[in-house]
């Protein structure tokens, strides 16, 4: 049985949005090069951004690459779901949530003992899979 490749981003707050881009880049150029680098990178940002700016914790970002799924997963110390907010063109934010939503395939949150899980997946485009 082969495993999935896998990492996990160091957790917060050694990492931040800089790094964390970086190292999935690196993920991504070596494991799942079908994907579509500028959307996930994009998403990994937005995530890691609002974990640190809306929780008082910790944050952990797992990357997995299957043979036709990327798996980008980030774990925060806050209970609390992503609430869409009327964006805020004065500096208020509001803009990241609805663009996870939509450059991933499907998203899902899930609560977790201390916090919970945003979960991004995208599926290999039909095209690539030859």
Same mark, same amino acid.
């Given at each position: *049985?082969?495993?999935?490749?896998?990492?996990?981003?160091? #957790? +917060?707050?050694?990492?931040? +949005? $800089?790094?964390? =881009?970086?190292?999935?880049?690196?993920?991504? @150029? #070596? /494991?799942?090069? &079908? $994907?579509? @680098?500028?959307?996930?990178?994009?998403?990994?940002?937005?995530?890691? %951004?609002?974990?640190? =700016?809306?929780? $008082?914790?910790? &944050? #952990?970002? /797992?990357?997995?690459?299957? #043979?036709?799924?990327?798996?980008?997963?980030?774990?925060?110390? +806050?209970?609390?779901?992503?609430?869409?907010?009327?964006?805020?063109?004065?500096?208020?934010?509001?803009?990241?949530?609805? *663009?996870? @939503?939509? @450059?991933?395939?499907?998203?899902?949150?899930?609560?977790?003992? /201390?916090?919970?899980?945003?979960?991004?997946? &995208? *599926?290999?485009?039909?095209?690539? %899979?030859?």
């Amino acid at each position: *049985m082969n495993a999935e490749p896998h990492v996990v981003i160091d #957790q +917060s707050p050694h990492r931040d +949005s $800089a790094g964390a =881009r970086r190292a999935a880049a690196e993920f991504l @150029l #070596q /494991h799942c090069p &079908w $994907a579509d @680098l500028d959307a996930v990178l994009l998403v990994v940002s937005e995530l890691v %951004a609002n974990a640190a =700016r809306h929780t $008082a914790g910790w &944050w #952990q970002l /797992h990357l997995r690459a299957g #043979q036709e799924t990327l798996v980008v997963e980030l774990d925060d110390s +806050s209970p609390l779901p992503p609430v869409p907010r009327e964006p805020d063109f004065a500096g208020g934010g509001g803009f990241g949530w609805p *663009m996870v @939503l939509k @450059l991933a395939g499907r998203v899902e949150v899930r609560p977790l003992p /201390h916090g919970k899980r945003v979960q991004a997946t &995208w *599926m290999r485009p039909m095209a690539a %899979a030859s």
